[in-house]
């Protein structure tokens, strides 16, 4: 085999290795984020949400 070839295919997988676990990392960082302020706001018992978008 041609030995700068295979050199250049393995610095090229161990680069593409590490930018997919940098990816996923931050990936999961954005995931967990959304999943912790993701959630309904409490309705107030006096208004009506659908009234004030047809007066608005």
Known sequence: M???VLIIVGIAAIALI???VVRN??????????????FTKPKEENTDD???????
């Open 25 to 38: 990392n931050k990936d999961e960082k954005v995931f967990e984020d959304q999943m912790n302020n993701d």
């Open 50 to 56: 659908e009234i004030d978008k047809i007066v608005k």
């Open 2 to 4: 041609n030995w700068p």
């Open 18 to 20: 590490v930018f997919l």
